[in-house]
């Protein structure tokens, strides 16, 4: 056979996500929260997740093939577990997909110090008494209030 007919020709078909990878990450990232465990720890890294997807599209058998702890696996088990797949058209046959997706956790980036100040108003002086005449000193108070 040639290549152009192999192209064409696909008995099993894999599930998808209902709009590809992009959104099957935005899902992800939208409900992963990051273990307080993991935050004290300063803990970051990338879970590997092995999963299995009926011919109905529901998630089963979520296992950690490699974890980081913290919380952090079971929080990638959690949000797998939300994963609704579109169903997979196999000519009626029930075909159970084995897939794998990897959940990064990135430390949140720290916010931007805070810098508080105030203006205060000085109290205004007491002018000094006269000077004698002749001196050429001058004295400005500039007050911004």
């Known amino acids: 056979m040639s290549e152009k007919n192999k192209k064409g020709k696909k008995f099993v078909a894999a599930p998808e996500y209902p709009g ?14 990051y273990p307080e465990e993991a ?14 997807v009926t011919n109905d599209g529901n998630v089963e058998d979520v296992v950690v093939k490699k974890g980081i ?20 058209h196999n000519r009626g046959f029930r075909v159970r997909s084995t897939l794998r997706t ?11 110090p805070v810098i508080a100040y105030s203006v205060v ?5 007491q002018k000094p008494a006269g000077k004698p005449a002749g001196n050429n ?6 007050t911004i209030g």
């Open 39 to 52: 935050l004290a720890s300063q803990v970051e890294g990338v879970v590997h997740v092995s999963y299995t």
């Open 121 to 125: 108003k000085e109290k205004e002086k």
């Open 102 to 112: 990897r959940i990064f956790f990135r430390l949140p980036a720290a916010p931007a």
């Open 69 to 88: 702890g913290y919380g952090c696996d079971e929080e990638a088990v959690r949000v797998i577990s939300l994963l609704k797949y579109e169903p997979a």
């Open 137 to 142: 000193s001058y004295e400005y108070t500039i």
């Open 20 to 33: 590809g990878n992009a959104a099957l990450k935005k899902f992800i990232n939208g409900n992963l929260r």
